[in-house]
């Protein structure tokens, strides 16, 4: 039987890109292939994950990991769908699981849920496996840390997900280079000037810093000579105390 691993599920306001402040249900898999100096979520998988026992309560119960499909259909089910806007599969990176949610994310869509997805954009062949269910993609451009950079995966990514709505995330902080800005913004414009991107200032974490206004008012100036829709927006859901 397939099932999959969880770290959580819970009902919250997105609190990032433009749909922030909508309500959503949020899957939460455990697992990601890489390693972001600025990362704040526990994406370790453990024998039991919780489930928020009543939408937005913040009181969870303990359930066994990983949990088959069919039990966790019966979970979401179980929340009211007229409450959320769509099902956030969110991670950890998602699509490390794309076999599984290959198998699951027909059962959502027969509940009536439209699918949020939420990645790293660094695995385009496991996204094609999921498009047929996929209605929204939330893509980051990872910008290179350490010895890491992933442009030809973000453009293969773009590509496979160009027909669906797409908007993509860029994290940056006080240190970012305009070098790594330049090479995000003619990548996007190589492939769609009209994708909406978010620059999203670092949440101060393990000693990094966020950038000051100033920087954030320049970079924005600097994305949009050449892209139609660069907003600047944080996490709001830090701000508002949510999950």
Request: aromatic share 10%; hydrophobic share 40%; glycine share 6%.
């Amino acid at each position: 039987m397939s099932a999959l691993p969880v770290i959580e599920l819970f009902s919250s306001i997105q609190g990032e890109g433009p749909y922030v402040g909508y309500r959503q249900l949020f899957l939460r898999l455990s697992g990601c292939n890489l390693s972001c100096p600025y990362c704040d979520t526990q994406v370790a998988q453990s024998a039991m994950f919780r489930l928020e026992t009543t939408p937005g309560s913040h009181f969870f119960e303990q359930i066994k990991n990983p949990v088959s499909l069919d039990r966790l259909a019966m979970l979401i089910q179980s929340f009211d769908l007229k409450l959320h806007h769509s099902l956030s599969i969110t991670g950890g990176e998602p699509l490390l699981w794309a076999q599984e949610l290959q198998a699951f994310l027909p059962r959502v869509k027969e509940l009536g849920f439209k699918v949020y997805l939420e990645t790293n954009g660094t695995l385009p062949d496991k996204l094609a496996l999921l498009l047929p269910w996929v209605d929204i993609i939330s893509m980051d451009i990872k910008l290179p840390y350490d010895e890491y950079e992933f442009w030809h995966e973000h453009r293969e990514f773009l590509r496979q997900g160009r027909t669906r709505e797409i908007f993509v995330k860029i994290v940056v902080d006080s240190c970012t280079d305009l070098a790594n800005l330049l090479r995000a913004r003619d990548l996007l414009a190589g492939e769609n000037t009209k994708i909406p991107v978010i620059l999203q200032p670092l949440t101060p974490v393990r000693g990094l810093h966020k950038p000051e206004p100033a920087q954030m008012l320049k970079w924005q100036e600097f994305m949009l000579q050449e892209l139609e829709s660069v907003r600047v927006i944080p996490q709001t859901h830090v701000y508002l105390g949510q999950l």
